[in-house]
């Protein structure tokens, strides 16, 4: 089975523009879910997406929004970008709690 | 709120010893997870603990899960260098499907 795949894997944005990042799961995974990573903040939980539904969401501004496509395949999109949003965004998708997440290679995003 | 905590945060190591990772958190849970990520990489899943006592080994790596202590521990038996990497243990609180993650414990084995 192919793993879960992100798209673009590195990004060159300036303040106060927006982007968009993707994300597709491993086949049958109906859970994904982002993380953001910083050296600063480690890694820190955005928001996780079960059949187009949110069901989670993290402690970041409304700036961090997200959706689920019914194919699984997720999105999710910063507005307004801050230097502070530089970071390796990841995501993850799941089959069940009981086995865990599964990483994706993530996108680097790097705010100027 | 759940919070997890990880040490010792850097962790420097001869070949052939034996060390251990903790991990403890704050509140009641029975999902634990430990990770590997390797430098610019992403996030490899090492174990999956789903109860109390429960104990999973991988080559030179052990993992283990007491809920009522609220710990877990990562035992490395007779290190090697391609265990250098830096290791996340995450907690999923209960009814909540998302994960919480310690500070990362970076491992660096000497020859």
């Known amino acids: 089975k192919a793993g879960v795949t992100q798209t673009p894997r590195y990004l060159i944005k300036t303040r106060g523009q927006q982007v968009t990042l993707s994300c597709s799961p491993i086949?049958?995974?109906?859970?994904v879910s982002w993380y953001q990573q910083t050296p600063g903040q480690g890694l820190q939980f955005l928001f996780e997406?079960?059949?187009?539904?949110?069901?989670n969401k993290g402690n970041f501004p409304g700036r961090f929004s997200g959706r689920q496509f019914s194919n699984s395949r997720s999105e999710m999109n910063v507005s307004t970008l801050e230097l502070g949003d530089s970071a390796l965004y990841l995501c993850?998708?799941?089959?069940?709690?009981?086995?865990?997440?599964?990483f994706g290679p993530g996108t680097r995003l790097t705010v100027t | 709120e759940l919070k997890v905590e990880q040490n010792p945060l850097f962790l420097s190591m001869q070949e052939g010893k034996n060390y251990t990772i903790y991990c403890n958190y704050s509140?009641?849970?029975?999902?634990l997870y430990w990770y590997r990520q390797d430098p610019g990489k992403s996030l490899e899943s090492l174990f999956v603990?789903?109860?109390?006592?429960a104990v999973k080994q991988e080559g030179r790596l052990m993992a283990s899960l007491d809920t009522k202590a609220r710990l877990s521990t990562l035992h490395i038996t007779a290190a090697v260098h391609d265990l250098s990497a830096t290791y996340f243990c995450?907690?999923?609180?209960?009814?909540?499907?998302?994960?919480?993650f310690g500070q990362g414990t970076r491992l660096t084995i000497n020859p």
């Open positions: 086949s049958g995974h109906r859970s």
């Open positions: 997406y079960f059949s187009e539904t949110q069901r």
């Open positions: 995450a907690v999923s609180p209960q009814g909540a499907q998302k994960l919480v």
């Open positions: 603990l789903l109860s109390n006592g």
């Open positions: 509140t009641t849970s029975d999902r």
């Open positions: 993850a998708s799941s089959p069940g709690w009981e086995v865990g997440q599964y």
